[in-house]
């Protein structure tokens, strides 16, 4: 099937461990992102990628560090984790990353989510 | 990206139409508007876009004003099936999205 894929679907760590979530399309997209959703649902852009190029870095603290090892993959990886940082992480992808390219008007796909619960 | 407003919540009756309505009085001229929906807690799905003209798929259609400051969604036969919350997002739609409108069909 083609789709977004994130693994794990859970997560539970304790505070200060270090994780990663992996990300992989087979959509043949070229960007793909990272969004954060937390008790609010408020749903929140992090990162974005570009052809393995960060090209959106919103406000995140520095424990959180995107890896694209190739445009079909995005892993997230988290360092000390906090309390705060429980929340299920989305993962997205898209056809171009916007400008006034064919591509502009692309959507995005994302993946069924991480619930990441740090105790 | 412009900003939107959506009503926090609606209802509809299964098998009417459910008409969601966004409000973005900044959206700039080359500015798409995207709809998207979440079930539950699962990943959003992307539902329609459009710039100017009206637009239909399998899933809903799209009307826009002719200004571009507001648009709505149609679903024309809401099914219980179509509970989520509905996020309306304009731009690049790569950006965040807001608290959307939580539409609940009802029997």
């Known amino acids: 099937d083609t789709a977004v894929s994130q693994t794990p679907k859970y997560l539970v760590t304790q505070m200060g461990n270090d994780k990663s979530i992996k990300c992989e399309q087979n959509?043949?997209?070229?960007?793909m992102y990272w969004y954060k959703q937390d008790s609010k649902k408020f749903l929140k852009i992090m990162f974005s990628?570009?052809?393995?190029?960060?090209?959106i870095n919103e406000t995140v603290p520095n424990r959180f560090s995107p890896k694209s090892p190739d445009k079909a993959h995005l892993n997230l990886h988290i360092n000390s984790l906090e309390l705060g940082d429980s929340a299920v992480y989305f993962c997205?992808?898209?056809?171009?990353?916007?400008?006034?390219?064919?591509?502009?008007?692309?959507?995005?796909?994302f993946g069924n989510g991480t619930r990441l619960t740090v105790t | 990206d412009a900003k939107t407003t959506q009503p926090t919540s609606m209802d509809c009756a299964e098998g009417r139409a459910a008409n969601l309505p966004c409000n973005h009085s900044t959206i700039s001229g080359n500015e798409y508007v995207y709809w998207y929906r979440q079930i539950h807690s699962q990943g959003p799905q992307y539902i329609i876009h459009?710039?100017?003209n009206n637009e239909t798929n399998e899933m809903a259609s799209l009307i826009i004003t002719e200004d571009r400051k507001s648009s709505t969604l149609i679903l024309p036969h809401a099914t219980l099936r179509d509970t989520a919350v509905y996020y309306c997002i304009v731009g690049r739609g790569k950006s965040t999205f807001g608290d959307g409108t939580t539409l609940t069909v009802k029997p």
């Open positions: 959509l043949g997209h070229d960007t």
């Open positions: 459009g710039l100017k």
């Open positions: 990628y570009n052809n393995k190029e960060l090209i």
């Open positions: 997205a992808s898209s056809l171009g990353q916007g400008g006034l390219s064919s591509s502009y008007n692309s959507p995005l796909h």
